[in-house]
């Protein structure tokens, strides 16, 4: 179902929006404005259906999904938006009678990222949001509205330099203010307890700070269905703005505080990705957005349900990993304290509630907040954190006859620290992981213990992608020659794309289909030439690794590879070799030195390449600045190789490697993550898998067998690059620069094992495979042949797919049927 679109309406609205915002007429607009006006135009459309969709919760009040996760990385959404209403040929058509002389997709370029994210957590939450409401399932996005989103990335010198997002400079057309949601949050203070007349404990937190947390919905379309979810997204405000008049030096102070608590709670986002800090702020934000949804959610549900006890069949709360895990702390509080259950009842309730995604193995990643900090910052909770250790530990003593050392491996709060990801685990229902393969690392490795007192709790929902934004929106060309070819199901059903099997074997189609590769790879190579002013071959082979820098992600192999294929060019410049740009972009967490490094790596590997006569017109490598959703979406269309080359077991999923496969990029990779299940789908033939498998790296860190410099020196190549990172080969004037990445590939430094990532016992496999794709590439026809079999089986990994089954297994949320039109 459509949403009507009246043109003439539509028309008015831009031109009043830009008289009565910017002052201006049409013809003197910038850009920008242009934006707001036609984003504004958009919103009115879309706010009937979400004030229907509102209605129709109102009275249905149906079980109702709270996606809590502090990081969602929707990027852009004008341009989805109106993929989604289904109106972009009819905007189209406005903006040209109008006589707008500039592109829909220049007036797109002018909306900031919402960067509220890091990396594949954050992405998925909104892939998710999409396919939710696409699906007409009753949910909530929740999360933090900051100020500033991921840093901006300006590579200078080769370096990264981080730059403040300052998203909201110019307002945002799709924010809602709802004041009358606010919510109290209380930190700090002291907890009294008190015996009522019937003997009953009641607990009370005086002195506190509070800050009042004002929610700002976003509306997330579903595509045509008319349906519309609200991604809600809590901004901090001082609770008394008057309160400074009082005369009292205590109050005074305290109201000098509590704005500067409000001031600061919202102001960024960590931009740490896989890799934990124990910084106070962080736990106030993680327990400020959770206290005000859980809190919002339980009034909600008061309001058409009298029994608190019915809470499991009405709510249910999904914790986007550990970073919301203190929502099971926060729910019984809130039992006991405000709801006077007693503790059995407020646990039953809870643990029938909650439900938790892990998505990292990676131990530096795994939460865990000293006593000391917690107990200050949130008396009451840690109080409620202690008593469910206290009465988990006796279970495992007491019904699973657990010895004394498992107890302590297992305890929640222990050593002085409260282990979230344990919190998580013994407060849901649900224990889930993202692939299959992690999941199953979960369970006979990572929390083996917990899998085997709750079996039940542990399974696997392997992550997805949303085709609307990643196919329609990202690459309408083929987007269309998709639809031409089988029609237009695969928007809403990606398995549809089956039906394009055949045509790989159809010359017509073939041809087709490398046209628009090609385009596409022309609309990347005018990026980067405007970007970066590098010319780049478009016959070449577009071959990409873009994903947040981290060790074991092995940017650093991708790199050495490229240095073995220039000596090899250097050594006999007259050989045939397949012409290759190497295209990269990540962004380092700003602390993360030696990620750091491997982008200056990186980038003067570019500069000797780029300017070498011998190589360059065989190898170019380009690092693109500032890898966002939104160049995200100009890059990944523009693919032939799709670099997913982490350290067996490290990578919990991988999504990226998803979307390069929808957009017919051949896949070289490890048998990690998802690369296993993308590898069942498109078999053998079609994907270039090398390298060490879990069980291999497993087995090697507990051996401790491994020594890199057996391959250092058996390796000829391998040993020549090496030394190339410190002999003066890639910066003349500074040959100890790399000194750090070389020694961390051959020698042990304190607790930190020689190339704990395999990245030197990888790079020969690595290397040969390499080779077979430059082989597959001259033959083109079936290179296309290929490619368009890795599309054709992509559809399991849509988000529709993971999201019905969070809904079936995890969540028992039914779809809303809206009135008929
Ligand atoms: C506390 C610091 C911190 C920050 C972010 C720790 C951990 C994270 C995330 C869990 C890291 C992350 O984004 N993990 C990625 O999640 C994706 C979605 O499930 C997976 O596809 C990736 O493989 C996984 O690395």
């Not at 259906?49 to 919760?57: K, R, S």
């Not at 954050?122 to 949001?129: E, H, Q, V, W």
Request: aromatic share 10%.
């Amino acid at each position: 179902m459509a949403t009507k679109f009246n043109k003439e309406k539509f028309k008015k609205e831009i031109l009043d929006h830009v008289r009565n915002f910017s002052r201006k007429t049409l013809s003197d607009a910038t850009p920008q404005e242009l934006y707001q006006a036609v984003a504004f135009a958009t919103r009115d459309i879309l706010t009937d259906d979400w004030i229907e969709t509102q209605h129709v919760y109102n009275a249905e009040a149906p079980k109702t999904l709270y996606y809590l996760s502090m990081e969602f990385l929707v990027g852009r959404a004008l341009g989805n938006n109106l993929l989604n209403l289904g109106i972009i040929d009819q905007v189209q058509e406005v903006l040209k009678e109008l006589n707008i002389k500039i592109d829909l997709s220049l007036i797109e370029d002018q909306e900031p990222d919402a960067g509220l994210g890091n990396g594949g957590l954050g992405r998925l939450a909104a892939c998710f949001l999409d396919s939710l409401s696409t699906l007409s399932y009753p949910a909530y996005g929740c999360g933090i509205r900051y100020n500033y989103g991921i840093f901006k990335q300006e590579i200078k010198d080769g370096y990264q330099i981080e730059h403040p997002d300052d998203w909201l400079a110019n307002g945002n057309p799709w924010e809602v203010k709802r004041n009358d949601n606010a919510q109290e949050v209380k930190f700090g203070g002291t907890v009294y307890s008190y015996c009522d007349e019937n003997g009953n404990v009641h607990y009370e937190q005086k002195d506190f700070q509070s800050v009042l947390a004002i929610p700002y919905d976003m509306p997330i379309l579903g595509y045509k269905n008319g349906f519309v979810n609200g991604l809600r997204l809590w901004d901090a405000e001082a609770p008394e703005k008057f309160v400074l008049r009082f005369f009292d030096q205590g109050a005074y102070e305290k109201a000098v505080q509590q704005q500067t608590l409000a001031k600061t709670l919202v102001e960024v986002l960590y931009p740490n990705d896989n890799h934990y800090q124990g910084k106070a702020l962080r736990l106030k934000q993680q327990y400020f957005f959770v206290s005000a949804t859980v809190q919002s959610a339980i009034a909600k549900f008061k309001k058409s349900n009298a029994n608190i006890y019915d809470l499991p069949q009405k709510v249910v709360f999904q914790m986007n990993d550990t970073h919301p895990a203190i929502a099971v702390a926060e729910l019984i509080r809130i039992l006991i304290d405000e709801e006077n259950l007693g503790w059995d009842d407020a646990f039953y309730i809870t643990t029938h509630t909650c439900a938790y995604t892990n998505h990292t193995i990676m131990i530096e990643a795994l939460e865990t907040w000293p006593i000391e900090l917690f107990k200050t910052l949130l008396p009451r909770v840690y109080q409620i954190i202690e008593e469910i250790n206290r009465r988990f530990c006796i279970e495992l003593r007491e019904v699973h006859h657990m010895p004394e050392n498992i107890i302590h491996d297992m305890a929640i709060v222990c050593d002085g620290q409260i282990k979230m990801a344990y919190l998580a685990i013994v407060g849901s229902f649900s224990v889930n992981g993202v692939a299959a393969i992690h999941t199953e690392i979960l369970k006979n490795d990572l929390l083996k213990n917990f899998y085997n007192i709750y079996p039940d709790k542990f399974n696997n929902k392997t992550n997805g992608i949303t085709q609307r934004r990643w196919l329609g929106h990202s690459n309408p060309e083929l987007a269309n020659l998709i639809t031409e070819t089988i029609g237009d199901d695969w928007y809403t059903d990606l398995t549809a794309l089956k039906k394009l099997t055949p045509y790989a074997q159809d010359s017509a189609f073939i041809d087709a289909y490398s046209k628009i590769k090609h385009n596409n790879k022309l609309r990347l190579a005018k990026y980067i030439k405007e970007n970066n002013n590098i010319i780049v071959n478009p016959d070449s082979i577009f071959d990409v690794q873009v994903k947040r820098l981290h060790e074991y992600k092995r940017q650093l192999m991708n790199v050495l590879n490229i240095l073995m294929l220039y000596n090899e060019i250097k050594a006999n410049p007259n050989g045939n070799y397949v012409p290759r740009t190497f295209i990269f972009g990540a962004k380092a967490a700003p602390g993360y030195r030696r990620a750091k490094l491997i982008i200056k790596l990186i980038n003067s590997v570019a500069n000797l390449i780029n300017n070498d006569p011998d190589v360059k017109d065989y190898i170019t490598v380009v690092f693109i600045e500032n890898y966002c959703v939104s160049n995200a979406e100009i890059i990944i269309p523009a693919a032939n190789v799709s670099e997913q080359i982490s350290t067996a077991s490290k990578e919990a999923s991988g999504t990226s490697n998803m979307k390069f496969m929808l957009n017919g990029a051949l896949t070289i990779g490890t048998l990690d993550g998802a690369n296993i299940e993308i590898y069942e789908e498109v078999g053998d033939d079609n994907i270039f898998i090398f390298g060490l498998t879990c069980e291999e790296v497993l087995s090697l860190y507990k051996s401790g067998s491994y020594n890199p410099w057996d391959i250092y020196n058996h390796d000829e190549d391998i040993n020549k690059v090496l030394k190339q990172l410190i002999n003066g080969t890639i910066i003349h004037s500074a040959s100890d620069l790399f000194i750090e990445l070389y020694e961390s590939l051959l020698n042990r430094a304190g607790d930190n094992l020689a190339d704990p990532y395999f990245i030197l016992k990888d790079l020969r496999p690595y290397h040969e495979a390499q080779a077979k794709v430059a082989k597959a590439y001259l033959d083109q026809k079936n290179w296309n042949k290929m490619a368009i079999i890795n599309t054709a089986c992509s559809g399991k990994f849509s988000s529709d797919r993971t999201i019905k089954q969070y809904a079936e297994d995890i969540w028992h949320i039914k779809p809303l049927i809206l009135p008929k039109k």
